[in-house]
């Protein structure tokens, strides 16, 4: 019996000493935050505002093509376009290149500036998902 559990005890010794041996629980797939490294075909209606593309999912496997209003996570804050919600209320002339967003937004004393923000500041792939915060 003592030898038994010596080679118990010295098995379960030899996988701990081993990274990976014995299972640790895994944590959920955190977002890409530059969503345009792991997206394609990415686009923005402009008559819709809406923000589309087709990305991976975790680990590679497969990708999933999904849209995300723009209005719903961006703001014009003074003037400028930041995180947030409801841009397009003060906002005009807006464009779209590349992973930019461009507009002419109106600040707390009525003038209309010229601003753009990265998109890649706000959107994140969660899996093949555009998200926002």
Request: proline share 5%.
């Amino acid at each position: 019996m003592n030898s038994l559990y010596s080679a118990v005890v010295v098995a379960l010794c030899t996988m701990a000493a081993i990274p990976g041996a014995i299972a640790s629980p895994v944590a959920p797939p955190q977002p890409d935050t530059n969503f345009s490294a792991t997206c394609t075909n990415i686009g923005v209606n402009l008559s819709t505002l809406v923000l589309t593309a087709t990305c991976q999912r975790s680990g590679g496997v497969g990708t999933t093509t999904s849209s995300i209003g723009l209005n719903s996570c961006i703001s014009n804050t003074n003037g400028e376009l930041t995180t947030g919600n409801g841009f397009s209320s003060s906002c005009q002339n807006i464009g779209f290149s590349g992973v930019n967003l461009s507009a002419q937004c109106k600040t707390p004393s009525g003038t209309f500036i010229n601003t753009s923000i990265d998109l890649n500041v706000v959107f994140s792939n969660n899996n093949g998902l555009l998200t926002c915060p």
